[in-house]
T-cell receptor, first 113, second 114 residues
Framework: RKEVEQDPGPFNVPEGATVAFNCTYS??????FFWYRQDCRKEPKLLMS???SGNEDGRFTAQLNRASQYISLLIRDSKLSDSATYLCVVNGNYGGSQGNLIFGKGTKLSVKP | AAGVIQSPRHLIKEKRETATLKCYPIPRHDTVYWYQQGPGQDPQFLIS???????DKGSIPDRFSAQQFSDYHSELNMSSLELGDSALYFCASSPPGQFNYGYTFGSGTRLTVV
């Protein structure tokens, strides 16, 4: 079983729609959680960290449920420029002083006019 | 602001050749990570260095080696290249003590083995 699992999509939504991505992780000792965005043939870029209390950055809201080992990302009022692959990412060096990131396979979002 | 610099951007090699990829982290970042992303795949962790010492090892083949130098730049050396090594290779860096805040990735090196 992969350590970080996501629905690969694609999610095809119209502009202005609200879309939600979900992710589960297998190791309960994981400490840090992120959503990255990756455009085709480009490097992953940090979208936002995910905190236990949930956090919001503009149109983006991230939630973490440690008990269920579940992470979500909600995008409101989708823009054409939101089209990308969204990667759920977990810090993999459990309890260590430096951590490598473990990526999910990503969920592809396509926002149409 | 300075970003993570990788060179070369593109590289074409033949099977069984060797390749060296370079990564220059953001100034004052002391940790460097290498990832491999095959076509349609998620980034896979290869290896990381902290303060010039290997700190963690992932799915790096024995044919590959890497090191971090005194100026904190890192090089990934790949030998006996195989067709399956064709991928995007990303380097990322993080500042001291802030590995839990996410990393900054370089633009990657696209390696094509023919």
């Amino acid at each position: 079983r992969k350590e970080v699992e996501q629905d690969p999509g694609p999610f095809n939504v119209p502009e202005g729609a609200t879309v939600a991505f979900n992710c589960t992780y297998s190791n309960s000792a994981s400490q840090s959680f992120f959503w990255y965005r990756q455009d085709c043939r480009k490097e992953p870029k940090l979208l936002m960290s995910v905190y236990s209390s949930g956090n919001e950055d503009g149109r983006f809201t991230a939630q973490l449920n440690r008990a269920s080992q579940y992470i979500s990302l909600l995008i409101r009022d989708s823009k054409l420029s939101d089209s990308a692959t969204y990667l759920c990412v977990v810090n993999g060096n459990y309890g260590g002083s430096q951590g490598n990131l473990i990526f999910g396979k990503g969920t592809k979002l396509s926002v149409k006019p | 602001a300075a970003g993570v610099i990788q060179s070369p951007r593109h590289l074409i090699k033949e099977k069984r050749e060797t390749a060296t990829l370079k990564c220059y982290p953001i100034p004052r970042h002391d940790t460097v990570y290498w990832y491999q992303q095959g076509p349609g795949q998620d980034p896979q962790f290869l290896i990381s260095f902290y303060e010039k010492m290997q700190s963690d090892k992932g799915s790096i083949p024995d044919r590959f080696s890497a090191q971090q130098f005194s100026d904190y730049h890192s090089e990934l050396n790949m030998s006996s290249l195989e067709l399956g090594d064709s991928a995007l290779y990303f380097c990322a860096s993080s500042p001291p003590g802030q590995f839990n805040y996410g990393y900054t990735f370089g633009s990657g090196t696209r390696l094509t083995v023919v």
